[in-house]
């Protein structure tokens, strides 16, 4: 008993102390490749210095930050120009565009004194310390041997993106900020924010006041959520809208660790929150309309513009206002679920549509994405839209986001589109992922882990058909009408956010979804924990089949 009593206390006290790595076996999104040669070790502790090239100093800092908050190490930081204190071990960051010869690329060489990433953009680099993350340990050290590797890593697919709906449920700057460092971590490179919907207006509007003193808000907060019962409601008003100011913050710390903001702001259906504070831009003027307290689609109230002068100018002002705050080359215009009841039972539309030779509705919402799409060209902007606006006949320059089957997706790159595939199964988040009746309350659909593992961006009929090329990624989305919570939202995107970042990250080929379950559960679970986050954890017992 007292040698046992002996060991379990010295074991005890050294636990704080032990410098074990984290394998590189584990790391997720699997890497393109690893190769283990060499024998020693690289010892990383508080003496050793992040040296970078003049390229790198925001992400020099981010590595500081974060290997500081997950062991304790806090690592001085030079430029490689700067006069240093003599150091035995370095974490260099390297800019080479020679030995990268690809956009978002990284090689992680840990060798003889040195920890060195090189990458030739901000992507590239960040996802080369996203890696030299994960392999250390999450807990306090003094110190850590990370084992000789050389890693060589970069992207499957250009797009990888994720998507949140803050119109539905808003959630606070700080929240946005941890959903892009789940990003980072995960090698995405790309947040899609949905910032305007029926139910309220979610970005600051300087040209068009009335969006945020009444588009921002709901007159009633729905509690409670309860299957097939009406809804509920507490009396008071809910809602919200991010000033400019925050989302510059928001933009810039996005930018820092890779990822690129798309905002979305949804026409020419899905505009209820526009309708109530400006109801001259509506096929049916009626200022008794609020902003939207329910979800669907609304072929019950009025949410669709109507084409006219002041809409026409509004939709330029606007997205041109828009534009000029987000940095990315792509702006989303929405375009989904146009119900065009309202254009046919209005004169003004049908007058419309003659007047342009538009064949029909369908036309008119080609119309619609084709006037902004040319407001947004004149600010050196393309558009993505739903897969809806394919009804008419779109110019190839706009890209198709394809919410539908591989069906959509496939019509959209045989007519010369890139397309960003994002079905509803299995990329829907909001979705099921269980089939727990107890299991907290989602919109339909069952998109359990494994089929969003499995699932194949670019449908075999364009392989075939050598038009793969246009399929440039995918998306998961996470529409928020049931998720009114930071935990919510935490636990419908984890695990499956993992899983789809392996999807769009690793090749193929090292796809294997035991291996992956098993890397979930020594490496990445243990970092929600970190992150304190949420997420599903009864994910083998959920399956395709069952
Ligand atoms: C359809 S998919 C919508 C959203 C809803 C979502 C719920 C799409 C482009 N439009 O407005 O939130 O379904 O899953």
Redesign the pocket.
Same mark, same amino acid.
């Given at each position: 008993t007292f040698y046992i009593i002996l060991t379990t206390t010295l074991l005890s006290l050294s636990i704080p102390f032990l410098s074990g790595a984290q394998s590189v076996d584990d790391v997720t999104p699997i890497p393109v490749e690893v190769i283990k040669e060499g024998r020693g070790h690289v010892t990383i502790d508080g003496k050793t210095q992040i040296v970078f090239d003049k390229q790198y100093g925001a992400q020099a800092e981010f590595m500081r930050e974060m290997l500081a908050a997950q062991t304790g190490l806090n690592l001085p930081v030079y430029p490689n120009t700067a006069t240093k204190p003599k150091a035995s071990h370095h974490i260099r960051l390297v800019f080479d565009s020679k030995a990268i010869d690809k956009d978002e690329m990284y090689t992680l060489t840990v060798s003889g004194k040195d920890v060195t990433i090189r990458a030739k953009d901000t992507g590239g680099m960040v996802y080369g310390i996203q890696t030299l993350l994960q392999l250390f340990p999450v807990k306090q050290v003094r110190e850590v041997k990370i084992p000789d590797v050389q890693i060589k890593d970069y992207p499957r697919f250009a797009y990888r993106g994720m998507h949140l709906?803050v119109v539905?449920h808003m959630f606070p700057v700080e929240f946005i900020k941890k959903y892009i460092d789940y990003l980072s971590f995960h090698k995405f490179n790309t947040f899609h924010w949905h910032l305007t919907?029926?139910q309220g207006w979610r970005i600051e509007i300087e040209s068009y006041p009335k969006l945020n003193t009444v588009g921002s808000w709901r007159k009633e907060t729905l509690i409670g959520h309860f299957k097939d019962q009406p809804a509920r409601y507490d009396g008071t008003r809910y809602g919200g809208y991010y000033t400019k100011d925050e989302i510059l913050e928001v933009i810039n710390y996005a930018s820092v660790r890779g990822i690129d903001i798309i905002p979305e702001i949804?026409i020419p259906g899905?505009s209820r929150a526009t309708i109530a504070a400006y109801p001259e831009l509506s096929t049916r003027p009626d200022t008794t309309w609020d902003v939207a307290t329910t979800?669907?689609?609304y072929n019950r109230q009025n949410n669709v513009l109507q084409p006219n002068p002041a809409t026409f100018q509004f939709l330029e002002t606007v997205f041109q206002e828009v534009a000029d705050l987000f940095p990315s080359e792509y702006f989303h215009l929405?375009g989904? +679920?146009t119900s065009k009841i309202w254009w046919k039972a209005d004169p003004v539309s049908q007058a419309f549509i003659k007047e342009h030779n538009l064949k029909d509705e369908k036309g008119l919402q080609t119309y619609f994405v084709e006037q902004v799409a040319s407001y947004l060209a004149a600010k050196g902007k393309k558009v993505i839209g739903?897969h809806?606006i394919l009804e008419g006949d779109l110019s190839k320059s706009t890209l198709i986001?394809n919410?539908g089957g591989e069906k959509e997706g496939i019509a959209a790159a045989r007519r010369g589109h890139q397309v960003i595939m994002?079905p509803?199964k299995p990329l829907?988040f909001?979705?099921y992922q269980s089939k727990d009746p107890n299991d907290s309350l989602a919109?339909?659909?069952y998109n359990p882990l494994d089929a969003v593992y499995a699932f194949e961006p670019v449908p075999k009929a364009l392989r075939e058909q050598k038009l793969g090329h246009y399929i440039i990624g995918a998306q998961g989305?996470l529409?928020? +009408?049931y998720i009114g919570s930071q935990a919510k939202v935490q636990y419908m995107i984890f695990p499956r956010m993992t899983a789809l970042s392996e999807v769009l990250w690793s090749p193929v080929e090292k796809r294997n979804y035991t291996d992956f379950k098993s890397r979930l559960k020594s490496a990445i679970i243990p970092r929600y924990t970190f992150w304190e986050a949420s997420y599903f954890p009864h994910y083998e017992q959920w399956t395709a089949e069952k």
């Open positions: 709906d539905r919907d029926d949804d899905h979800w669907g689609m929405g989904d +679920e739903w809806e986001m919410w994002s509803g829907y909001d979705h919109i339909h659909g989305n529409w928020t +009408e």
